[in-house]
């Protein structure tokens, strides 16, 4: 292998390494798992919602079985009542008076509870549709949130594959760098954010753009006077075919 090929290959296994910290660093994407979050967040709430609502139509039926019951208890009572006013049986005008005033005071509590379950029912009724809506849309976003879900573990899947692979890209190409490039790389890497060797592009370091000199580029050209470095930015240049 010719010093060419030999820096071609170490620009081939700095790229596969920055492949890899990219793919790691998508696999852990914080933002991802802040969308799922808030959306788990927006389930929860929205079937709170619909257990809420569940429970208050629940409290207003048995509210209006207990009126209703109520209703009805009045009505047998001034049923009997009536039988005892138009029976006869009443001479004294207190005993009399005293009746009366008890069926009044039965008509108004009947009159005041039948008022309390019309205006329960349509509370209710109102309750009933919020409740339609808030589990239309707990759904809508259980819906969201499973295929949320699907496609990470989807992505997340990929990924770990895409890691693998460049794990065993990375490995093989170290095992087959020279001992002083890779030194090289190991030393310059950290210093120039990972980028330590890069292809001269139109006469032109290709990170920096700035001009490579005649007498240099010639140098680079030929091969065979180890790593050349850009004068500008520091990066070891070489010559992609």
Request: charged content about 30%.
């Amino acid at each position: 292998m010719d010093k060419k090929q030999e820096l071609f290959l170490l620009y081939q296994y700095q790229e596969a390494r920055r492949q890899l910290a990219t793919c790691e660093e998508e696999l852990t994407d914080p933002d991802r798992q802040k969308a799922i979050s808030v959306l788990k967040g927006q389930v929860q709430e929205a079937l709170n919602e619909v257990e809420r609502l569940r429970k208050e139509c629940g409290r207003l039926k048995m509210a209006n079985h207990r009126l209703e019951d109520e209703c009805r208890d009045y009505e047998v009572q001034l049923r009997q009542l009536d039988t005892n006013l138009y029976g006869g049986n009443i001479s004294a005008p207190k005993e009399l008076e005293q009746l009366q005033r008890r069926i009044a005071e039965y008509q108004k509590a009947k009159a005041d509870r039948e008022e309390a379950v019309l205006s329960q029912l349509y509370l209710l009724e109102a309750k009933e549709k919020e409740l339609v809506l808030a589990q239309k849309k707990g759904d809508e976003l259980q819906g969201q949130l499973a295929v949320a879900v699907a496609e990470e573990a989807k992505r997340v899947a990929a990924l770990q594959s895409r890691c693998a692979r460049l794990t065993k890209e990375v490995s093989g190409l170290k095992a087959a760098l020279p001992k002083e490039l890779l030194e090289y790389y190991q030393r310059s890497a950290k210093a120039l954010r990972g980028i330590a060797i890069i292809p001269i592009k139109e006469n032109t370091c290709g990170y920096c753009h700035m001009i490579i000199s005649t007498a240099v580029l010639a140098k680079i050209k030929k091969g065979n006077s180890g790593i050349i470095v850009c004068e500008n930015c520091g990066r070891g240049l070489f010559e992609q075919k």
